[in-house]
């Protein structure tokens, strides 16, 4: 792998495959009387008996090496499938679905250029609400104190900000597919989007580049990754400096240093590979029993796997790696990922898998492309950076594994990455701990240990009649040189077990020795570990809480605060309150015996119980909607709900319409106490039909700037003053669709010619 200066060995696949076999024998003429039918007997084979292995990344010593595990793997979960499909299995295995952070609208506006960057994040305004100090997280939403930039339905706003208390609208401008995050590093702004790949327009040469051609009927991939690389000097007048697209699916960013790090995720399309059956048109006939139906299928899944292995042969590796292409002018140049060797490529050994995880460190600012790929053969991964270490877990099983083999137990493979230089990563090392993570907020790296949070238990084998119980664990991990291999290793050092057993971990943080983990079944403990000793990690407290947390922020030593629901029924603690959204403040200062200070609920209507649908926060399962302002010890949370209105007019004719509520409420915090102190409205933006987009009439970000907040939602952006909770200035989002805005950019320009 790139950066990797250790002696890697090469991996070995560790894969007994099942012989697939057709024996003897005839089909006859169905005539309708079942016991006249000659029977094809076939030998599917069974599940092919998969083990774990070790999660130790080894580089591939060859492509030709890269090129047959690759196909192995996808020749097995086709197969897989198919032979679920002959036992009319109905398993939805365990797929995951990226689903796009973005939403929502577009204006035209009055040029403006930059001032000079004086305002300081963290003391003037506040900026996203990352995990890690000095680690900057990748959202739709950016500030540098003087513009704030918002991408929303297939649009990038720029937003001057000549004084605190005052918006200026500066530049609209189109982006190509559905932009989801960005980054800013002062006068560039790299905008992230996912692009389909069958909304690229056929005369496109990306098309070309993307597989669509006489040999190759269909997309490599159905979703790229695109970076859009903005110069933003001139607000007014954002111009493109570079755009580039990923094959695969976005995970995260992170920017540390200046350096540029993103993670996606990938598995290469085959046309015409099967995972399914094709039944005859006889197979539903009333009077074909079930013993012939199976042998229908028998043969139809007989016919598939043939068909799948006769692709595969016909397979070049080129056509399952992922590439980059760069757009410069009206040319793609296409960046190969395999280079001379492979030697990019890992995978956990003994591993079999065809999913591709891609760290690319970008220098998107030079004059000529430079970046780093490295790429692990292996699962749908989670992603944790502080500011020297950059960390990726995944299953080390893939869903398929599991069908016909009850006894393998779930394990999460975590990789480690030295990102302590600008522009370099560097392969630490791998470990394995058991169980699955929840999110990025149960994995930690403190002075170089890592350490996570972490659940057993069989508890999504829904088709086992004893699974073993759930259990939480804190595991710690540390490098360390096997003295065999003479290669780096993530080793266990320590650990603390039996946390809530039948309970789930909804939410976990670390913040330097300290751990709080939240579980959650009918009660919400709170449990709070000590890990000054990293070799033997100490449960402290434990305190039972009705609801549940679901994100944890730290306040200082003696304080946390967490946003979740209450319970139900206030008297026994069961159950959940859709209706509001809870927060938490909690005593820590006796690390053996936390205390719940206070709560308050909230909720965006005084009756929730007045025809209101449920309530919900953004910021119960996102922290970047979660914004404290320590300066002026306050926290701003979005809320929204809606309600079905309906009436008969005076001729008796029906008519339908939904209320719709989107507030920020803003809560004064101090360590002793909570409360409300004041909320901004933005339903007026949802009065009416036509700005309402996807549903998305909801406040999605806040930012704390001088003594105003800023409120941002698709409808538009609102400023209050912190003192008198007056609106002081706004502006509201116009309708566009993507042609108005070409035309308006196309004015714009007209204009400035005309000017000059």
């Given at each position: 792998m790139a950066g990797n200066n250790q002696s890697v060995p090469k991996p070995i696949l560790a894969i007994s495959l099942v012989a697939i076999m057709l024996l003897s024998g005839c089909l006859g003429v169905f005539d309708g009387d079942d016991s006249n039918h000659d029977f094809v007997e076939i030998d599917l084979g069974d599940a092919m008996k998969r083990s774990i292995g070790s999660p130790y990344l080894e580089s591939f010593s060859d492509c030709e090496e890269l090129e047959s595990a690759l196909k192995i793997s996808i020749e097995e979960e086709a197969k897989t499938s198919i032979l679920q499909a002959v036992e009319d299995v109905y398993?939805?295995?365990?797929?995951?679905?990226?689903?796009?952070?973005?939403?929502?609208?577009?204006?035209?506006?009055s040029p403006s250029t930059s001032a000079p960057a004086t305002r300081q994040e963290g003391v003037d305004y506040s900026g996203t609400n990352n995990q890690e100090q000095g680690v900057d997280e990748a959202d739709f939403v950016k500030t540098d104190g003087y513009h704030i930039y918002f991408v929303d339905n297939g649009v990038?706003?720029?937003?001057?900000?000549?004084?605190?208390?005052?918006?200026?609208?500066?530049?609209?401008?189109?982006?190509?597919?559905?932009?989801?995050?960005?980054?800013?590093?002062?006068?560039?702004?790299?905008?992230?989007?996912?692009?389909?790949?069958?909304?690229?327009?056929?005369?496109?040469?990306?098309?070309?580049?993307?597989?669509?051609?006489?040999?190759?009927?269909?997309?490599?991939?159905?979703?790229?990754?695109?970076?859009?690389?903005?110069?933003?000097?001139?607000?007014?007048?954002?111009?493109?400096?570079?755009?580039?697209?990923?094959?695969?699916?976005?995970?995260?960013?992170?920017?540390?240093?200046?350096?540029?790090?993103?993670?996606?995720?990938?598995?290469?399309?085959?046309?015409?590979?099967?995972?399914?059956?094709?039944?005859?048109?006889?197979?539903?006939?009333?009077?074909?029993?079930?013993?012939?139906?199976?042998?229908?299928?028998?043969?139809?899944?007989?016919?598939?796997?043939?068909?799948?292995?006769?692709?595969?042969?016909?397979?070049?590796?080129?056509?399952?790696?992922?590439?980059?292409?760069?757009?410069?002018?009206?040319?793609?140049?296409?960046?190969?990922?395999?280079?001379?060797?492979?030697?990019?490529?890992?995978?956990?050994?003994?591993?079999?898998?065809?999913?591709?995880?891609?760290?690319?460190?970008?220098?998107?600012?030079?004059?000529?492309?430079?970046?780093?790929?490295?790429?692990?053969?292996?699962?749908?991964?989670?992603?944790?950076?502080?500011?020297?270490?950059?960390?990726?877990?995944?299953?080390?099983?893939?869903?398929?594994?599991?069908?016909?083999?009850d006894n393998l137990d779930e394990a999460t493979n975590i990789h480690t990455f030295d990102i302590s230089q600008p522009g370099e990563t560097a392969y630490a090392g791998s470990g394995r701990v058991d169980g699955t993570i929840l999110d990025q907020f149960s994995i930690s790296e403190h002075e170089g240990v890592v350490r996570v949070a972490t659940t057993t238990g069989q508890w999504g084998r829904w088709w086992m009649a004893n699974p073993e119980p759930m259990e939480n664990h804190v595991i710690t991990l540390s490098h360390a040189t096997d003295p065999q291999s003479e290669n780096v290793r993530l080793l266990e050092i320590g650990r603390v077990?039996?946390?809530a057993y039948n309970e789930t971990i909804w939410s976990a943080r670390f913040v330097e020795d300290r751990a709080y983990i939240v579980t959650f079944e009918n009660m919400d403990p709170l449990w709070t570990i000590d890990l000054s000793d990293p070799t033997n990690p100490t449960i402290m407290g434990e305190l039972?809480?009705?609801?549940?947390?679901?994100y944890i922020h730290p306040l200082s030593d003696d304080a946390i605060l967490t946003i979740g629901l209450g319970p139900a029924d206030e008297e026994t603690g069961l159950g959940l309150d859709w209706s509001h959204t809870r927060l938490s403040l909690f005593n820590v200062s006796n690390f053996s015996d936390p205390q719940l200070s206070q709560t308050l609920s909230l909720s965006p209507v005084a009756d929730p119980?007045?025809?209101?649908?449920?309530?919900?926060?953004?910021?119960?399962?996102?922290?970047?909607?979660?914004?404290?302002?320590?300066?002026?010890?306050?926290?701003?949370?979005p809320l929204n709900t809606y309600r079905y209105d309906y009436y008969y007019d005076e001729a008796g004719k029906y008519h339908y319409d939904y209320d719709w509520v989107s507030k920020l409420m803003i809560v004064n915090v101090t360590e002793d106490g909570l409360e409300l102190y004041g909320e901004v409205n933005h339903s007026q933006f949802y009065e009416t039909d036509e700005n309402r987009w996807w549903n998305s009439y909801n406040i999605r970000r806040s930012i704390f700037m001088g003594d105003y907040i800023y409120a941002i939602s698709h409808g538009g952006i609102t400023v209050t003053n912190l003192d008198t909770l007056e609106e002081s200035d706004s502006h509201q989002f116009v309708e566009y669709n993507q042609e108005q805005v070409f035309e308006t950019s196309e004015s714009s320009e007209q204009e400035d010619n005309a000017e000059d």
């Open positions: 398993y939805w295995g365990g797929g995951m679905w990226l689903e796009d952070d973005a939403e929502m609208a577009m204006d035209a506006g990038l706003h720029i937003m001057d900000i000549p004084e605190f208390g005052e918006i200026e609208h500066a530049s609209t401008t189109s982006i190509q597919g559905s932009p989801v995050a960005m980054m800013l590093n002062e006068e560039s702004l790299v905008v992230i989007s996912t692009v389909s790949s069958w909304n690229i327009d056929s005369q496109d040469p990306l098309s070309t580049a993307m597989g669509w051609g006489e040999d190759w009927y269909g997309w490599r991939t159905s979703t790229l990754t695109k970076f859009t690389v903005y110069d933003v000097s001139n607000s007014s007048s954002p111009e493109v400096s570079r755009e580039l697209y990923i094959e695969g699916y976005y995970m995260t960013a992170r920017e540390v240093a200046g350096t540029v790090r993103t993670v996606t995720h990938t598995w290469m399309d085959i046309p015409g590979l099967q995972t399914w059956i094709t039944y005859p048109e006889e197979y539903w006939d009333s009077g074909v029993d079930d013993d012939v139906r199976l042998n229908m299928r028998e043969i139809a899944a007989q016919e598939a796997i043939d068909n799948n292995q006769k692709i595969i042969e016909q397979l070049s590796l080129e056509d399952m790696l992922p590439q980059v292409h760069e757009r410069v002018g009206s040319q793609i140049i296409t960046h190969h990922m395999d280079g001379d060797d492979c030697s990019d490529f890992a995978a956990p050994e003994e591993s079999l898998n065809r999913g591709y995880t891609s760290i690319f460190t970008l220098d998107l600012i030079s004059e000529e492309l430079e970046f780093e790929a490295d790429h692990i053969v292996g699962n749908w991964p989670l992603v944790y950076s502080s500011q020297d270490t950059l960390i990726i877990t995944e299953n080390a099983w893939d869903w398929w594994w599991f069908w016909g083999n077990d039996g946390i039972e809480v009705p609801g549940v947390s679901t119980n007045n025809g209101w649908s449920w309530a919900w926060s953004e910021a119960t399962w996102e922290h970047k909607a979660f914004q404290y302002w320590a300066p002026k010890g306050m926290l701003a949370v």
